[in-house]
């Protein structure tokens, strides 16, 4: 049974930083494609970044590029995002997810329960 759990979400200031973190049980990491997702109060789910199964591919939505950066560890089968800058827009449960193969946008095999992100102004 895969898992997907997130952990280091929580309450910032504007402009200050968070680093959230996934690990993976239940199925070989390395073959996963790896990405972030989120989802504001009153909004629709939306992609964030993706990273892919090796680690030379990585995708961002624009609003985040520059500011966030996605990394893996495959030995320790953890997906990371460090999120800088971060401001009120940015607030919004996170969600790890893994899709066998290459990295997609808007395809999930899994995801996670979600970690809670709150920045104030």
């Known amino acids: 049974q895969v898992q997907l759990i997130e952990f280091g979400g929580g309450l910032v200031q504007a402009g200050g930083s968070l680093r959230l973190s996934c690990a993976m049980t239940?199925?070989?990491?390395?073959?996963?494609?790896m990405g972030w997702i989120r989802q504001a109060p009153g909004k629709e789910r939306e992609f964030v970044a993706a990273i892919s199964w090796s680690g030379k591919s990585t995708d961002y939505i624009d609003s985040v590029k520059g500011r966030f950066t996605i990394s893996r560890d495959n030995a320790k089968n953890t997906v990371s995002l460090q999120m800088n800058s971060l401001n009120f827009e940015d607030t919004a449960v996170y969600y790890c997810?893994?899709?066998?193969?290459?990295?997609?946008?808007?395809?999930?095999?899994?995801w996670g329960q979600g970690a809670q992100v709150t920045v104030s102004s």
């Open positions: 997810t893994a899709r066998r193969g290459e990295p997609s946008r808007v395809d999930y095999d899994y």
């Open positions: 239940g199925r070989p990491f390395s073959v996963y494609s």
